[in-house]
């Protein structure tokens, strides 16, 4: 007899199988993302969070989103390391050569003006929601020309673009004058654009603010023909910082992954890479869509967000829940998790019993039963919102009616029988029922079908030995098929509970939550508060108790069924 061969496994001896180019490779792996994942992380922290160390950054940002929004451009100018506060203060200036235009800022007003500032060809634009501002100077400031200027115009160092600038159409070479300063004690970069493309034409520096003696200009060349316009160059430019903080996640995420392919590639053998290589795919996704959305969903709650919001985001601490538990919000809180509660309860109920007794029905193998069972079943697979849409035929509802409409349908079809119909879905105290009525549509086929399979795997022997026993049709079904169907019931109420919680297209598209907030269920809040009321982050704040009531309620149904479902056929 042969001896068997002992083979030994040495924890490192699939490591020392892979060779120095793979783990190279997979220290470069490891090294980029973990770059890219601090790029992401700073996008993060800075454009969604907002933290305290990125709060002059953050403000810039979104100072020049603002900007760009206002004007219909896009993201434009650069970083000043010294903030708003930073720029350069403009009070006078001329064009020479193929065209001649003075613009004087002493011959403007204090204070903002909704119009643009005009000289001639020179002018400081102004958008509808970002102005042109004349201020005043603290010091008097002399010009070599002899003119002594009170006041200015201040172009600001963040998110400077051809709206925040001194702009100029000119009919051939020229020269632009310059008298400017500085808003800071260090020279800054006056640079002249080319208004079409964008590109750097001329740049020269400004003094510094307090510069003793009198202000001579400084002097831009025109070289051709086009419309032209000044500002203020700052240190970085804006628009990939700004993509930087809007991709933030993505970017976290593929150094995330890129960190991950380096490390396994540094333990295990090329050939095994290929498993991972087809998980990570569907892994990006769950993490992206799934897990970052509630993620961000809390970040949101604990902010002033509004889908009209622009500008930057402040955190107000937990002041969206103090208006959800004690503020106005707390009356429709209570209200709308209560009339989710009922139709939560009408649904299941509907589903469990109306499936049961349908399959009870419905359990013959024969044709004209097979033809029934597809007719019942076929709601299930047409559209919620097309379904609404017939329904509020069916039913009263001057949406789809029109005002001088007076019944629906079925209000019709009862008045052939002398029976005088409610109004479904105007009447406060019938709303409910009248989404209820397309719920019940839709949703006994569907239970009926899973029943009657569960029903089919049942050993029709139960039954003959309870039939020989003598019990009859009722005692059979009460102590044979419905505990057996227990675990299918379970299932069944599950899902139908999450889904009945999570109620939407059905109330929106028939009532909208009215009337009043007879069908105000809890997602319809939700969708009002966020899109309707322009409040995202108390929507967020709804959204997130919502789903920690869910979440519990769905883990108690589980523990109770772990203890009393019966899963042996």
Not at 471 to 493: E, K, N, Y
Not at 528 to 543: P, Y
């Amino acid at each position: 007899m042969k001896n068997a061969a002992l083979t030994i496994h040495h924890p490192g001896g699939e490591r020392r199988l892979i060779s120095p180019l793979q783990r190279g490779v997979g220290l470069a792996l490891i090294i980029l993302g973990l770059l890219i994942m601090l790029v992401g992380l700073f996008g993060y922290l800075a454009g969604d969070w907002q933290i305290g160390p990125f709060a002059d950054l953050t403000d810039q940002v979104f100072i020049a989103r603002e900007v760009a929004i206002s004007a219909g451009t896009k993201v434009t100018g650069a970083f000043d390391m010294e903030g708003e506060e930073s720029g350069m203060h403009v009070f006078y200036a001329a064009l020479s050569g193929a065209d001649e235009s003075v613009i004087n800022v002493e011959e403007f007003d204090l204070g903002e003006t909704k119009k643009a500032l005009k000289g001639g060809s020179l002018q400081f634009p102004a958008t509808k929601d970002r102005t042109t501002q004349v201020i005043a100077e603290e010091n008097p400031v002399t010009l070599d020309s002899g003119l002594t200027v009170t006041k200015s115009v201040k172009f600001p160092g963040a998110g400077s673009s051809k709206y925040r600038s001194l702009k100029m159409t000119v009919e051939g070479p020229c020269e632009l004058r310059l008298y400017a300063l500085s808003s800071t004690e260090h020279e800054r970069r006056a640079v002249l654009y080319n208004s079409l493309n964008g590109q750097e034409v001329d740049t020269v520096m400004v003094p510094a603010s307090g510069t003793a003696g009198a202000l001579a200009p400084v002097t831009l060349h025109i070289p051709a023909s086009g419309t032209y316009y000044v500002s203020v160059k700052g240190d970085i430019p804006i628009a990939p910082v700004s993509a930087i903080m809007n991709y933030a996640v993505m970017i976290l995420l593929l150094g995330l992954v890129l960190v991950l392919n380096g490390i396994m590639m540094r333990i295990q053998q090329w050939e095994r890479m290929k498993d991972l290589f087809f998980v990570e795919p569907a892994l990006l996704l769950f993490l992206l869509f799934v897990y970052y959305p509630v993620i961000d969903l809390i970040r949101i709650s604990f902010t002033n967000m509004s889908v009209l919001t622009t500008g930057k985001q402040e955190f107000v601490g937990w002041a969206n829940f103090d208006w959800m538990f004690n503020g106005a919000g707390k009356r429709y809180f209570w209200e709308s998790l209560k009339i989710t509660a009922v139709y939560m309860f009408w649904e299941v109920l509907i589903t469990l019993v109306g499936g049961m007794l349908l399959a009870l029905l419905f359990n013959r193998m024969t044709r004209a039963f097979n033809a029934m069972r597809a007719i019942v079943f076929m709601p299930k697979y047409i559209a919620v919102s097309t379904s609404a849409v017939v329904f509020q035929w069916i039913l009263y509802s001057t949406i789809a009616t029109g005002i001088g409409q007076s019944e629906g349908i079925l209000n019709y079809a009862l008045s052939l029988f002398g029976i005088q119909g409610p109004h479904w879905l105007i009447d406060a105290s019938t709303a409910l029922t009248g989404v209820l009525i397309l719920t019940a549509w839709r949703v006994v086929g569907y239970a009926m079908m899973i029943y009657l399979s569960a029903m089919k795997g049942i050993s029709q022997d139960y039954y003959e030995a309870a039939a020989i026993d003598g019990a009859d049709g009722v005692q059979r079904f009460r102590f044979i098929t419905v505990p057996l169907l227990a675990p299918t019931t379970l299932f069944l109420f599950v899902t139908t509970f999450i889904a009945s919680m999570k109620v939407f297209q059905s109330v929106d598209v028939m009532t909208g939550g009215g009337p009043g907030t007879s069908t105000n269920v809890m997602v319809q809040w939700i969708y009002n508060l966020t899109f309707k009321d322009f409040h995202t982050a108390r929507g967020a704040a709804v959204s997130l108790v919502f789903f920690v009531i869910l979440l519990v309620c769905t883990a108690a149904t589980m523990r109770f069924s772990n203890r009393n479902v019966n899963y042996d056929a």
